[in-house]
């Protein structure tokens, strides 16, 4: 059976006209009722002949995450418990921004990368998720605001569970669906993949046109990032900044660099030295975060005033740095603090 929503419109239309034998002009109407309305079904498809939608069942799968459990933050974050069809459970946040929201998507079943600081890199690496599956969370998440009569949903960060590049053909495809004006609709600019960061599928990705990753640094020195998160060094910081570098941007862009300040550990005044003389001289900003705690802290929360004098201390040096607003941390829904664990939701 064929996972129809892991299909990519050229695919859909393959799978349409040669293997149901249908019509052509069927496809961008199956494809609107997939991605545009989002039905969860195919007898939904009204418009749709009966044979045809008969031939679907009979070929094709259509599922969506699973809800499993749904948590609001005092601040208005929600976050989305989801079982996926093998049982597997991955979690996606809406976090409200300006009267809109903004969803955090996983990627990876776990992950691989163990970043120290992370929740998810404890979990270990589980598996890759489909297209059907990381776009499912944006079909589930934009029918629980609709549902809930709350803001709409404007913009994607793939921040949440796994390393997006990890994952990169199932990435690249879901970019493209994401962007098709049919479908999702959400244009580039309304995306954002946040990586660790490697050479050869930076490449990639930056000749596919489709984004411009945000890159998780976390640390001035290579060293310091060997100690924080281990095997994202064993990329070379150098390495990474010089891809990124190379990477096309467009006229007015920049590369973001992700920077968590680690309390004591990275977020002193001579850490931010260092990474001025890493990043002053090239086209970026920085975007500070500080660490969350949690229950089983592995390190400490950066102290406040700390955090303002760092950032501080960057604009100081003509390096355009902003600080990111923790959301929803008193529902473990905060960078760093997705688990999936149910004893947790
Ligand atoms: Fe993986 Fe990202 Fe967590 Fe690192 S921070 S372990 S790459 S999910």
Not at 25 to 54: C, H, P, Y
Not at 90 to 104: A, D, K, N, S, W
Request: charged fraction near 25%.
């Amino acid at each position: 059976m064929i996972d129809i929503l892991s299909l990519d419109y050229e695919e859909l239309e393959k799978f349409i006209s040669v293997e149901l034998k249908g019509p052509k002009f069927r496809v961008k109407q199956i494809w609107q009722w997939l991605w545009q309305k989002g039905v969860g079904s195919f007898d939904d498809m009204t418009n749709i002949a009966k044979g045809l939608r008969e031939n679907l069942k009979s070929k094709a799968v259509l599922h969506h995450p699973e809800v499993d459990t749904v948590q609001t933050s005092k601040d208005g974050t929600i976050k989305i418990l989801l079982r996926l069809t093998d049982g597997a459970l991955v979690e996606t946040v809406l976090i409200p921004m300006e009267g809109r929201y903004t969803q955090c998507l996983s990627t990876q079943v776990g992950c691989a990368m163990g970043c120290t600081f992370c929740n998810t890199g404890l979990m270990g690496f589980e598996r890759n998720m489909t297209m059907s599956e990381i776009l499912g969370q944006v079909l589930v998440g934009r029918a629980y605001l609709h549902k809930k009569n709350l803001n709409p949903l404007k913009n994607l960060v793939f921040m949440g569970m796994g390393e997006p590049l990890l994952n990169l053909d199932v990435l690249i495809k879901s970019l493209k669906t994401l962007n098709n004006p049919d479908g999702l609709s959400f244009v580039p600019r309304r995306i954002t993949v946040s990586s660790v960061g490697f050479i050869k599928p930076l490449e990639i990705l930056g000749e596919s046109g489709l984004t411009l990753p945000a890159i998780s640094l976390h640390a001035p020195t290579q060293e310091l990032r060997a100690k924080i998160m281990p095997k994202a060094a064993q990329t070379d910081i150098h390495e990474l900044l010089s891809a990124m570098d190379r990477y096309p941007l467009k006229p007015r862009e920049r590369v973001t660099y992700e920077y968590l300040l680690l309390g004591g550990v990275n977020d002193s005044i001579e850490h931010a030295k260092q990474l001025v003389r890493l990043l002053g001289h090239r086209k970026c900003k920085v975007n500070l975060i500080a660490y969350n705690p949690g229950d089983k802290p592995v390190y400490k929360a950066p102290d406040p005033a700390q955090v303002l004098a760092f950032e501080k201390y960057l604009w100081d040096k003509e390096i355009t740095a902003t600080i990111r607003r923790s959301m929803g941390q008193d529902i473990k829904a905060a960078c760093g603090q997705l688990k999936a664990d149910r004893k947790d939701s």
